[in-house]
């Protein structure tokens, strides 16, 4: 079954307002099994306003209509509806008493005269009533063709499309979706693909998609079947492909969990403290971290040193290093992980130092950054040529240092596995 | 001129993704005084997009389709309206060097085949070029409609629209709109529109309008006329009123100056340099300092001390006052402003410590938090109790601690000025 969305208002035109109604009511016709091919918007202009429905009711099996219900003169959309399907507009008993009610409750003498007009429905309409406003949902079904009427206000909406439109359209669309996320980190976005290119030309159901997300990569795998049972089972297979695949580089397979969240309960599962010695993203890693709640368990301090002499003062960065080398260089890095660990008496130190731009200094160019991690004895550095703009390169590197630091207790730990070493004893 | 918008992307119709872009874009248009009718979102289908393509043109002189552009074979913007318009793909040599100098360094040893495409263009295109990311923006004149076609993600978008889209459709659109902002920092929104409500209600041309912006308030001012010399005389009176009112809580009048860079100019100027000692915040007042280039003129190093006991080792707070008011207190905020001054031998310490959530802390509240300045001498504290979720309490508390900043730096100046007090020595 075939849903699409026609969003009426001037203020979406205009930038004033973002289109999250569209976010809300798309992940719900998804989760119903219901295929929407198009989203429009359009303004408080009954014309365009008419022509829009009429090419939706061609294309679409469900035509759903949010906003413009209002009691103002630019509120159009139940009256260009009903014009369009040829129908009277008659008073409902109960929406009148509830705009009646409504009013008696704040204490205004007189009902302003435009307020009677949200009374009014095509005949033959399913009235649902408002519970948080005075303009009611309308369902109209119309041959095979169904066309739907929301008020725009979301905190109107989402409880009145939850108890009432939903259970409507499951029961006219029997088909259950069901998806998967994959969330990778350390792999570029063609590279991912490429690794699982098979599957992604074969898709057909489940489907495959790929999304680049600030240095990670996130592919959703969606399957749809006559239940949830069914689609998990179609999903599944693909799910087994990928993780064997991609391994270590999938961080988490959980919608709502973050790569500094899945490293933050890394640490803690582990009992590991971590310190950040940060001069190119000058706080951003551990401003990342810290916004999980519970950090202070793995997150004890970190340092924040721009300039040579606080990388000298603060992390006891060798004032030779600085002058032969660099504060952009491997060797300052080093230094930097090495000491932090030490000073601040944490298991794991990332450190970071580079540049950003929009200026090269050192005879350096702008984008080059080495960033180290020690831990458990060993100090590992990596260095990058990140390229954009100077947030763009900084954002980059918070990502591959978060997931640097996790490559780097992986790799200790399979090693480990192979020479059959003792585990790590925790910092006292 | 009539501008058309068309998102593409399947994520925009299966709710993945909130379609931000669109009302970016929207107010970018209408500040450039083009009329939208209608906003469209399509999923990665040829067929389709290849419809409203021909539907857009028809009705709308410029056509602006924003994503899928990437290198995945989802990807099909541009090759639906090559076809459209009836124009060969041909390689730009420009975007394959960007597509190479991209890859090289970042420790690939091949490129995928796939992100070649990227690099292709229909034949008379103008090719923009993308600085954050690898597909280049499309202009495509054809007659006298424009079809203009970005990249998706909102790093590369925001840029490539405002550095040459915006400019290239300014000089397209004969009446000029002109507008000018006034961003303040250190007052809600209600009580800022409160103040000048007389202008709001009496607007006609220039228009204002307020945004709030994440603990800031901007008004835009925006006049049309036939030339701009007209349109700033417009705007001029307001602007002079606005001054008289809000005077020193207006941080700016540059489009494109943020509260960070203000505030690290009114340092640099001054010679004055800067620390910060942070809990609470996790080092994003120093991640927001240090994203303005030339910050380590002003700001050298920063500390976050995420527990006690960092907060006693790092910054020497007492033990006492940890142990007897809590890390959530005025006295510890105090401690930490006057140390971190101290230690780091700078002018100035900002200091942040409260409760951003979810749970209440010491016996203490969420959003609680204490901010202290140490300046010339003297130490201020404040005391605020923010609301909503962790993310926003943190954010505000920055917003707010670099207002604390401005602020602290203005009334000393305002203070000696009134006593005569010889200026302050910067720190040497």
Redesign the interface.
């Known amino acids: 079954m075939v849903v699409e969305l026609i969003s009426v208002g001037t203020e979406?035109?205009?930038?004033?307002?973002?289109?999250?109604n569209?976010?809300?009511?798309?992940?719900?016709?998804?989760q119903l099994g219901l295929s929407?091919?198009?989203?429009?918007?359009?303004?408080d202009?009954a014309e365009?306003l008419y022509e829009?429905v009429e090419t939706a009711y061609k294309r679409s099996d469900v035509v759903i209509l949010v906003g413009g219900l209002g009691p103002t003169k630019d509120d159009l959309t139940k009256e260009t509806v009903a014009r369009f399907l040829n129908r009277e507009l008659v008073e409902d008993e109960h929406s009148r008493k509830v705009i009646e009610d409504s009013f008696k409750n704040m204490s205004v003498a007189e009902i302003p005269e435009n307020n009677w007009k949200q009374a009014l429905v095509p005949v033959g309409s399913v009235v649902v009533e408002n519970k948080n406003g005075t303009a009611p949902g309308l369902i109209i079904e119309d041959g095979d063709k169904t066309v739907i009427l929301l008020p725009g206000p979301k905190r109107e909406l989402m409880p009145m499309f939850e108890n009432d439109i939903a259970p409507y359209l499951r029961q006219k669309q029997p088909d259950v979706i069901y998806s998967a996320i994959v969330k990778l980190c350390g792999i570029?976005?063609?590279?991912a693909?490429?690794k699982i290119h098979d599957l992604?030309d074969a898709q057909t159901n489940p489907t495959i998609?790929?999304?680049?997300n600030n240095g990670e990569v996130h592919f959703?795998v969606?399957a749809h079947a006559e239940d949830e049972k069914s689609a998990k089972k179609l999903v599944k297979p693909i799910i087994k492909i990928m993780r064997s695949r991609f391994g270590n580089l999938i961080y988490t397979m959980e919608e709502s969990v973050t790569l500094e969240q899945a490293i933050l309960a890394m640490l803690r599962d582990r009992e590991l403290t971590l310190t950040?010695a940060?001069s190119l993203?000058?706080?951003?890693?551990?401003?990342r971290?810290?916004?999980i709640?519970g950090?202070?368990t793995v997150?004890?301090?970190?340092?924040?040193?721009?300039?040579n002499?606080?990388k000298h003062?603060?992390l006891d960065v060798k004032k030779s290093t600085l002058k032969e080398y660099g504060a952009v260089s491997e060797k300052t890095a080093k230094e930097m992980a090495k000491n932090g660990a030490f000073i601040?008496g944490s298991d794991i130190c990332i450190s970071l130092t580079g540049l950003?731009?929009?200026?090269p200094e050192e005879g350096k160019p702008v984008g080059l950054v080495y960033m180290a991690c020690s831990y458990n004895n060993r100090i590992t550095v990596k260095e990058?040529?990140f390229?954009?703009?100077?947030?763009?390169i900084?954002?980059l590197a918070v990502t591959y240092a978060l997931t640097m630091l996790r490559v780097c207790i992986l790799e200790d730990e399979e090693e480990r596995s192979k020479t059959n070493t003792k585990p790590l004893t925790p910092n006292p």
Do not use: C, W
């Open positions: 979406l035109l205009l930038g004033h307002k973002v289109n999250t569209a976010a809300f009511l798309a992940e719900q016709f998804a929407m091919y198009y989203q429009t918007v359009v303004g202009n365009r829009l570029s976005e063609s590279k693909e490429e992604i998609a790929a999304y680049a959703r969606t950040t940060e993203t000058g706080g951003m890693v551990a401003a971290l810290t916004d709640p950090a202070s997150f004890k301090e970190g340092f924040v040193t721009y300039n002499r606080a003062k603060m601040s950003a731009g929009p200026n990058y040529h390229k954009g703009s100077r947030a763009r900084r954002e």
